[in-house]
């Protein structure tokens, strides 16, 4: 007998349907009237559901919200693979600087940091961790290819690429250009020494 | 005939201690009841000076902020000598990163990065441009002694530094450990070749 909790969330049962429309309706608010606004009751309507069911399932606002902008940023930021491990930091470094740099999503982030750590930390660490863990295999594939010591961290590697964006960003309000994100690849392959 | 801005603001002249007051209240009331809370008017009040005194000079909230807070942080980091490149990078990752998790700093800080760029963008590059130019000096001598090749750019070097600092304690939420520090330290020096 299958447990309860694995045919509760098979993909394509009516669990994975009411997560998908829930979060796809959550992204429509998100970029309609920004996070400050964000009314989760609208959102259950949107996505055809009673709230009590998006606050069962998400908490509250914050979870929600990283819940959904998890799910965009696995949809919308992959992986490159352009066979050395160089180019495909480079390549991500380039897809994450230009999806942040839009108005609204750097609008957006800018109100999801000022949520205090006792609201949002676990949220914001369980979505760089699902963020890490999507794009380890850059860091993997160099290894395998000899391209790195075994012993590089992934996790430290990505974090030296993407560090130096959002702070430009959302910290520095400086721009980023190539020779940026060149720099910025240079310094994350060498912290695999470390 | 000395021209009227230099009399207006030689150090110890009443310009400098309206200035020094207005931005030590700033402080006062930032750290008491937050940014979002900081009256203009009060802040006056506590200097001894007229509200449009405040205004004139340091424009609109934001302005007189980041003002108060370049003061500050102009006061708390400084650049350190300790002998070599890597030592004072070291030293100033680790006082930064106390500086920074101090709960009301890390909470103002958020308040802060809230503000969109077009109120203030202008006034955050002038806060890193100085930040910047009180810690270029580690990398100066770290030329002159020959530890780093004479084209390095401080500015590049003192960014990989910082931002995985504020990346962690304002975006990852994940805390700081010596590890980290040192690895930061070997990826901004990694980056004075690029």
């Given at each position: 007998m299958a447990d309860p909790d694995s045919v509760r969330r098979r993909p394509g049962g009516r669990s994975a349907r009411v997560r998908s429309a829930v979060l796809q309706a959550t992204l429509d608010q998100l970029f309609a009237v920004g996070y400050e606004r964000l009314s989760v009751r609208k959102v259950a309507a949107a996505a055809g559901v009673a709230p009590t069911t998006v606050y069962r399932r998400w908490g509250s606002r914050p979870e929600l919200v990283l819940a959904a902008l998890t799910e965009l940023s696995a949809v919308t930021i992959l992986a490159p693979d352009t066979g050395s491990v160089r180019g495909d930091l480079r390549v991500l470094a380039g897809e994450i600087a230009g999806a942040l740099s839009q108005p609204p999503v750097t609008a957006l982030m800018r109100s999801m940091i000022t949520l205090p750590d006792d609201v949002a930390g676990e949220y914001r660490r369980s979505f760089w961790a699902d963020r890490t863990s999507r794009t380890a295999v850059i860091v993997e594939r160099g290894i395998a290819r000899g391209e790195?010591?075994?012993?590089?961290d992934p996790t430290a590697v990505l974090e030296l690429l993407i560090a130096p964006i959002w702070f430009r960003l959302l910290i520095s309000s400086t721009p980023i250009d190539d020779l940026a994100l060149d720099r910025w690849v240079q310094a994350a392959l060498a912290a695999s020494d470390g």
């Open positions: 790195l010591p075994a012993t590089t």
